[in-house]
Every structure is written in structure tokens, then in C-alpha cells.
């Protein structure tokens, strides 16, 4: 079966980094787009980036220029690269697997905070 295994977040003051990474299996995973995607509190599911299988990227307006998706097909992980993080970027992050069935792993909680 499909299973997505986010890591990686945790707590980190504000202009600091994360790597959030997600580990895949039960599918072929260099044939399908993923995505990261997040919800802040009381607020809507977000996309932040998404990867398709050939590499090309699109982010979301608020995190273009400070995070980065990528993956690894040899290893079936794709990554979120977080620099400068901002006190609004604080939500639970989730992988999901973009094309096909939809898929989508159990989170990781980022908060960004002094």
C-alpha cells in the first residue's frame, strides 16, 4: 500500500532552516508528481511546492525564493529545503502524492517562533 512518511520539522526561531523530507513506498514513485502542502492554525490546506515526475517546480506566492522542493528518485524522497523562515510559515506540513489516486502522508509540525 502507499505510504508517506514526512520528518523533519520541529521548532526553530525566526530566519532559521529546515529540511522536511518524505519517504515513499508502495507506488513508483519516479512516475508521479508530489507536493508539499501545509495548514497553519485555523486556517485552510495550502499548497507550498510541487515537484512533477520530469523535476519541474511551482511554489506558492508566499514562499518563492525561500523554499525549495526536491526529490531523489533513487531513494523515493522528496524534500522541502526552509530557509528564512517567518513566524507565519508555522503549520503542520504534509507530503502528498500529486497525480494519480491522491495520497497524502500524516504531517510534521513547524513552528516558527522566538
Known amino acids: 500500500q502507499v505510504q508517506l512518511v514526512e520528518s523533519g520539522g520541529g521548532l526553530v526561531q525566526p530566519g532559521g532552516s529546515l529540511r522536511l523530507s518524505c519517504a515513499a513506498s508502495?507506488?513508483?514513485?519516479?512516475?508521479?508528481?508530489m507536493g508539499w502542502y501545509r495548514q497553519g492554525p485555523g486556517k485552510q490546506r495550502e499548497l507550498v511546492a510541487a515537484?512533477?515526475?520530469?523535476?519541474?517546480?511551482t511554489y506558492g506566492d508566499s514562499v518563492k525564493g525561500r523554499f525549495t522542493i526536491s526529490r531523489d528518485n533513487a531513494k523515493n524522497t522528496v524534500y522541502l529545503q526552509m530557509n528564512n523562515l517567518k513566524p507565519e510559515d508555522t503549520a503542520v506540513y504534509y507530503c502528498?502524492?500529486?497525480?494519480?489516486?491522491?495520497?497524502w502522508g500524516q504531517g510534521t509540525q513547524v513552528t516558527v517562533s522566538s
Open positions: 502528498k502524492k500529486t497525480s494519480g489516486i491522491g495520497y
Open positions: 508502495g507506488f513508483t514513485f519516479n512516475s508521479y508528481s
Open positions: 515537484v512533477t515526475s520530469g523535476g519541474a517546480t
